[in-house]
């Protein structure tokens, strides 16, 4: 039953948690994972029982709220099956049984490490799939970024927080890095083309310059803010030539039942833009902001996947771009 539960939670975001968790804004429809759209009034359709066009229009409306009501009751009862899970959580964090944030047992309601990190594991292909289908309108924006920004064959690639191997590069020479063993060990069954893994904290592995390459995808909203700035300098002490940071749209407006397991989230939301300004040096780095969007929202501009691209400056190209501007 938890493990169905919490695979719901994952990819279906769902609402309202217990009391005494922090409330997020109620999410808006152009930017919820599922997206409350209002039910077509349909003036054209004969009356019903002899009852005027806005008799039907009103009985259409009280369906939607009744059954919005329904949805929100069964995602609160859902959300409190992990009520106990949070309040286990906060006495070991009192005691200090949990030294690491990624030792937190509330990340994704089972944590990285022992048992329940097994079960994290084995269950991340199925919920990244689901959430892919239902969540980003069938976008894998991974596969999209690999095929835009990670095609070189002949590349060295440094994965960070690379978890079960999703993320890993599709061509090149990968380094897949994570803090969890049980996820390394599922990446090994799922993509034994990587080249190697090393359980290792993403904050401070390797040595610089080591890579042509950074990848760092959505993981910078489940780490606490120092360790998200630390998480992206690394990442660029790493690589030679490009980096790429993959994670939530800033704009999303998480629901309750997605904080259940998102400890850092409403940080992530926050902060992540200053965060990503502290942590890079203009200087050496070009930054360039693009997204991933979900088919249906294309029109409205809106998108799931935010992604950083950044560009190491070289000598080379600093002359050559006075060279043309002064011509």
């Not at 409330?23 to 919820?32: E, V």
């Not at 970024?145 to 070189?152: T, V």
């Not at 790493?238 to 629901?255: C, E, Y």
Request: charged share 25%.
């Amino acid at each position: 039953m938890a493990l169905s539960a919490a695979l719901l939670s994952a990819a279906l975001s769902l609402a309202p948690g217990p009391e005494g968790r922090p409330k997020a804004p109620r999410p808006l429809p152009q930017n919820s994972l599922l997206p409350a759209k209002p039910l077509p009034l349909l003036p054209s359709l004969p009356p019903r029982n002899g009852a005027c066009d806005g008799d039907f229009e009103t009985f259409l409306r009280e369906e939607q709220t009744r059954a919005a009501t329904f949805l929100e009751s069964e995602q609160t009862r859902v959300a409190r099956i992990f009520e106990w899970e949070h309040d286990r959580a906060l006495r070991f964090e009192r005691l200090g049984e949990h030294a690491n944030y990624w030792e937190d047992p509330r990340i994704h309601n089972f944590g990285n490490t022992g048992w329940r990190g097994w079960l994290h594991a084995l269950a991340v292909p199925f919920s990244t799939f689901l959430i892919d289908k239902l969540a980003y309108g069938g976008v894998d924006a991974r596969k999209q970024i690999h095929e835009s920004e990670l095609s070189a064959a002949g590349q060295t690639v440094v994965d960070l927080c690379s978890g079960v191997g999703f993320s890993c590069a599709r061509a090149g020479k990968v380094t897949a890095v994570d803090t969890s063993p049980n996820m390394l060990a599922v990446s090994r069954l799922r993509r034994p083309d990587v080249h190697e893994r090393v359980v290792a904290n993403a904050e401070a592995f390797g040595e610089a310059g080591s890579f042509d390459v950074a990848t760092l995808m959505f993981a910078t909203h489940e780490m606490p803010g120092y360790a998200r700035r630390r998480c992206i300098r690394n990442a660029l002490r790493l690589a030679r030539d490009k980096v790429l940071v993959a994670d939530i749209w800033p704009g999303f407006r998480p629901n309750d039942m997605m904080l259940s397991g998102e400890p850092y989230v409403l940080d992530y939301l926050a902060n992540m833009e200053s965060d990503v300004e502290a942590s890079f040096d203009p200087m050496q780095w070009t930054l360039t902001r693009e997204a991933v969007l979900r088919p249906a929202y294309k029109k409205e501009n809106e998108c799931h996947t935010s992604v950083l691209l950044f560009d190491r400056r070289t000598s080379s190209s600093s002359t050559s771009g006075c060279g043309s501007s002064s011509g």
